[in-house]
């Protein structure tokens, strides 16, 4: 099997983006027998074409299938089955309580999104390069930075299969074969080595400077600390203290200039290019490269009533319930995990429901409650078991139209197979505009690395250092930016921080972010801990296994790594 294989012609690619962004004249048809870097690269426009098309593929990457790996395997989002819907062919089922198997799409789209990642980067930089830069207006300067930024979403790409598979390939050209599987530790190692190598080559971020998807020295050293990070789960190594040394590096400007935003919601906001906290994202704009994918999974088909904008929804995923059926009685007597929106203080201001304001003016994350657009005033109704009714989502999953006469709601089943239409509490992470600002749609760029991780990574070794009082100082440099006049009714302290309130927090400020199922093995809570309709499963589904189309591809794969 040859990864390039994978490839889209790198004409193809030219004239996709020309079309996405709008910005292509002159595109008279030239035809060449063989396509050079040559022939191809005539302009700065062509370079920056090639440039960006591996980055399109990290957007697309970053979300879909690799976020559900990550969170619907793990204690805070579900989909759940509602009557006839969303069942499809169990995998929802078999996801949640660790059963999956290699013929399971998820894993096989992740593995070949992870392989394409990097062949494309490193396809693209093969091409870049034997490009004259000078003679495509740009400088030898441009030409560095371009290379290294292309390294390390390179090693990006790796971080993420080693995360996801632990033993993975290794290549180094898209032409060559691909011989088999290589170890967790060398993997990780290769990682290691792309990232050190690339920060010192890459430019800091300046003061003022947008983000609008570039790879900054920042980026790379927070890649190299999640590295880090996570090391006691890759290769069952303790690098706390490297990837603390990276995380006050970063906080302490060395590597260019980042400052936590003052309220919550400015590194999710409408005009997030401009926090001081983002360290990378990938960019979004409507119909562009718009970051969408959650839309169609999370909301209800008729949300759109609810937001005042057009088009409908699949009414997939939501959270994972904090009550029991009736909502009287919580889940958190039960179990240590889980009850995400229950987690959220009262007086947290991202738990007010999600209201539109008008311009780039929004408040609250969550469509919980009866569902009356603030906007118009318009009640979005149920189309299944509460059809024509007024929808309200409730933080529970049972069958509650089933309910006998006298029966107690509690006694109802609660599990993936038991929801109905408003059954959970919606995210709304990226803020949603009505039809009046139908402009602003999707132009919340997707937030990858943003300093309150670094932050929160610091705390985490802070605590495993045995200095929890700075552990929670970090954090609450984070939490108070969510209540009102920084008063925050429960901040965490040295008294109050062990590991459960520690994986609270992470699941709190970082709630539908992609990366629950990373944190939960760091503790080793992923295949030990229960939540809700999940059982501790065994240590062997700490990864996911290599697919089966990809072992159809390459018999190799199916070896033992070396």
């Not at 009356?372 to 529970?396: H, R």
């Not at 045995?466 to 008294?495: C, H, M, S, W």
């Not at 459960?500 to 709190?508: A, K, N, P, V």
């Amino acid at each position: 099997m040859k990864i390039k294989n994978y490839l889209y012609g790198i004409t193809g690619i030219a004239l996709l983006l020309c079309i996405l962004l709008g910005s292509c004249t002159g595109l008279d048809t030239v035809w060449y027998d063989k396509v050079t870097p040559q022939t191809f690269y005539k302009s700065k426009q062509d370079v920056l074409m090639a440039l960006y098309r591996p980055f399109t593929h990290a957007r697309w990457y970053e979300g879909s299938d690799r976020w559900k790996l990550q969170e619907v395997t793990a204690d805070q989002f579900v989909t759940t089955q509602k009557g006839p819907h969303w069942y499809n062919g169990g995998e929802n089922h078999r996801y949640l309580r660790h059963e999956w198997t290699p013929d399971d799409g998820w894993i096989w789209e992740t593995w070949r999104g992870t392989t394409m990642g990097i062949a494309l980067a490193i396809d693209t930089k093969l091409d870049l390069e034997n490009v004259d830069y000078e003679a495509m207006a740009l400088t030898e300067e441009d030409k560095a930075d371009h290379l290294n930024q292309l390294n390390t979403l390179i090693g990006y790409f790796y971080m993420r299969g080693l995360d996801f598979f632990g033993d993975f390939i290794i290549f180094t050209n898209p032409d060559e074969p691909v011989e088999g599987r290589r170890t967790a530790r060398k993997v990780f190692e290769h990682t290691e080595t792309i990232f050190k190598e690339a920060i010192p080559q890459l430019y800091p971020k300046e003061e003022g400077q947008s983000e609008e998807g570039a790879i900054r020295q920042a980026t790379a050293a927070a890649m190299l600390a999640r590295l880090y990070f996570n090391a006691i789960t890759y290769i069952g190594e303790d690098r706390f203290d490297e990837c603390a040394q990276l995380c006050r590096d970063i906080i302490d400007g060395k590597y260019g200039f980042y400052q936590l935003d003052p309220t919550w919601d400015v590194p999710h906001g409408f005009n997030n290019d401009r926090s001081q906290s983002i360290i990378w994202s990938f960019p979004s704009q409507f119909n562009k490269l718009q970051y969408d994918w959650y839309w169609a999974d999370f909301y209800h088909y008729n949300t759109y009533v609810y937001f005042d904008i057009d088009g409908g929804a699949n009414n997939g995923l939501h959270l994972q319930p904090s009550l029991y059926p009736g909502g009287k009685k919580s889940y958190r007597n039960d179990y240590r995990l889980g009850c995400p929106y229950d987690k959220f203080n009262d007086k947290d201001l991202r738990k007010k429901p999600y209201k539109y304001h008008g311009g780039t003016n929004y408040e609250g994350m969550f469509l919980v409650g009866d569902q009356i657009s603030p906007v118009t005033g318009e009640e979005c109704k149920g189309t299944q078991e509460y059809n024509g009714q007024l929808l309200s989502f409730v933080d529970y999953v049972g069958r509650m139209t089933e309910l006998e006469p006298g029966q107690d709601p509690e006694t109802l089943p609660s599990n993936v197979g038991t929801g109905e239409e408003n059954t959970g509490i919606r995210l709304v992470k990226a803020p949603v505009p009505n039809l009046a600002n139908i402009d602003l749609r999707y132009g919340a760029d997707c937030p990858v690395i943003r300093l309150e991780e670094i932050y929160y990574m610091l705390a985490e070794c802070s605590m495993r250092s045995g200095n929890k009082q700075q552990a929670a100082e970090l954090i609450n440099a984070v939490r108070k930016r969510a209540f009102e006049n920084y008063e925050d009714p429960d901040p965490v302290t040295a008294e109050n921080l062990d590991k459960y309130r520690l994986i609270d927090e992470w699941g709190i400020e970082f709630l539908g972010e992609g990366r629950r199922r990373t944190d939960l093995l760091r503790w080793d809570m992923y295949t030990t801990e229960k939540w809700w309709d999940h059982q501790p499963s065994d240590n062997s589904r700490k990864r996911f296994p290599v697919p089966t189309n990809a072992i159809a591809g390459n018999n190799s794969l199916q070896n033992e790594p070396n």
